[in-house]
């Protein structure tokens, strides 16, 4: 056995610490469009506040700790009331986005299991927009996935294509308020008259656009009911960690009654220990998260809340009019809310993440080439605001500059020979065989992570996911 290091001082260790941040996203500089909601200063501190406060304190044990249980349910019952949710529904507090999506994934596979017990090979109703998390929640719990695409102009869910993929196995169908990609509201109340009819569970995942909605409706006086206020929408997910502004790990997934709410619980008298009752997939769990929350949403109260999101949607109306505005960029569609989505015409568009990173800008491309989809995408937020005016005028000299930029011979072989690939190539050799071909492999990398990028995006999902898979693996080599 090798020991661990030898004992360092604090202040060593912070300076190593700080070292190792030196090149990470420079997020409070208003010039990431992605990964982090900056609150400002003020927030922060009132967030690692009580964050620290609360960061042994164990939500595993209620009894132990009564606060917790106190600060989970004031948090949960603000969540409910923003969503309209009816006397007796409930919820739980969770880690993020993809737990609250998982669990409403699982509580369906347990309520079908209970109710409807002939089902014995479940299915849930994805638009091709859902979030990759449901996508995880199929693949951890043993549902099978059935893929909708999206409508090609409004990149919103397509209600008859839902309808028409129900089987009987079919237990739950999910829409998103907003989609992630796109920024676009799915036709939520149609869905829901569809689940109806058939009897089955309907989740709307507001992970990214449920905490925004509310407010831009009392911004612009457009309602587009969403939430609990439609009947048939039996479960929602809400991030408090985007645009709640709370430290990440802070989400809540509800659930119209309390009843299905225990389909989503785990408990174990069984083994030779305590008796475990999780309400949510971890156990042990901190209660910092939680306290902060707690914290932040007091702290920027209604009012708070409701500056935060004018100056979200006067950046995300400026953002768009630059946009449409500068020649050669297109908008994909206009956003519900504060995702934008846009591709370039007359060069590959990741060619300018890497253009924008040069000149500390952070945004993101999304793959998609096979549907002529792949686009750029920029969430967002409040502090985005006062950055807006440079953002579009580098914006527009990296459009200008990228012009004529033509798709490599090397992707465009890489396309070529995925076109003809079917289901039984989908093997590590045929990767090898595709990557070699766009000149990436042992000693051969690509020229840029654009390059990358349009690789990646040129081979099947199959083979892209076992790209990234291998990528990572790498990337996580531990140090010994
Ligand atoms: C619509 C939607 N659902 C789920 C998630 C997953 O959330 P998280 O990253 O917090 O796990 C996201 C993340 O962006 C999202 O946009």
């Not at 859902?130 to 951890?140: G, P, R, S, V």
């Not at 890497?354 to 969430?379: C, E, V, Y």
């Not at 690939?421 to 000149?439: N, Q, S, V, Y």
């Amino acid at each position: 056995m090798a020991p661990l290091p030898a004992a360092k001082s604090a202040d060593d260790i912070f300076a190593t610490l700080e070292g190792f941040a030196g090149r990470d996203a420079d997020w409070r500089s208003g010039r990431t469009f992605a990964y982090v909601y900056d609150p400002g200063a003020d927030v922060e501190d009132v967030a690692k506040r009580a964050y620290m406060r609360f960061l042994t304190e164990n939500a595993l044990a209620p009894g132990a700790f009564p606060s917790l249980v106190r600060l989970e349910n004031e948090v949960v019952g603000f969540a409910l009331n923003h969503l309209n949710a009816p006397e007796g529904a409930s919820g739980s507090f969770t880690t993020g986005g993809t737990e609250s999506c998982l669990l409403a994934v699982k509580t369906a596979r347990d309520y079908a299991r209970a109710a409807k017990p002939h089902i014995t090979r479940p299915e849930l109703i994805l638009p091709t927009t859902a979030h990759a998390a449901f996508h995880k929640a199929a693949h951890y719990f043993g549902l099978k996935k059935v893929l909708v695409d999206v409508d090609p102009v409004t990149f919103r869910a397509d209600p008859a294509a839902i309808e028409a993929a129900i089987t009987p196995n079919t237990i739950q169908i999910v829409a998103s308020a907003v989609s992630y990609a796109y920024g676009v509201l799915d036709p939520v109340a149609e869905i829901a008259a569809i689940a109806q009819k058939h009897d089955l569970l309907f989740h709307v995942d507001g992970c990214i656009g449920g905490f925004l909605l509310p407010y831009i409706e009392r911004i612009t006086g457009v309602a587009k009911p969403f939430d609990f206020r439609v009947p048939g929408v039996t479960s929602m997910s809400m991030d408090w960690h985007k645009y709640g502004y709370c430290p990440k790990a802070a989400s809540v997934v509800l659930h119209r009654s309390a009843d299905l709410r225990r389909f989503q619980f785990f408990a174990c008298a069984e083994y030779e220990g305590y008796a475990i009752v999780n309400p949510t997939i971890l156990s042990a769990k901190s209660g910092g998260p939680l306290a902060a929350a707690w914290a932040v949403i007091n702290y920027l109260g209604d009012e708070g809340y409701l500056r935060f999101v004018r100056r979200i949607h006067e950046a995300t109306q400026k953002v768009m009019a630059g946009i449409q505005a500068i020649p050669g960029l297109q908008l994909l569609a206009p956003t519900d809310t504060n995702q934008i989505a846009f591709r370039a015409e007359g060069f590959p568009c990741f060619h300018l993440v890497a253009a924008m990173k040069a000149k500390d800008w952070l945004i993101q491309p999304q793959f998609g080439a096979a549907k002529n989809r792949d686009n750029i995408h920029l969430s967002i937020g409040q502090s985005n605001l006062e950055h807006v005016d440079a953002f579009l005028a580098d914006l527009a000299a990296c459009t200008a500059a990228l012009q004529g930029t033509k798709v490599s011979d090397a992707v465009l072989a890489v396309r070529a020979a995925a076109a003809g690939l079917g289901a039984a190539d989908m093997t590590p050799a045929t990767l090898l065989r595709l990557l070699d071909i766009g000149g990436v492999g042992p000693g051969k990398k690509p020229s840029s992570a654009a390059e990358m990028d349009l690789i990646l995006d040129a081979l099947p999902p199959k083979l892209a996911e076992m790209a990234l898979t291998d990528a990572f693996s790498r990337l996580f080599t531990p140090r010994r």
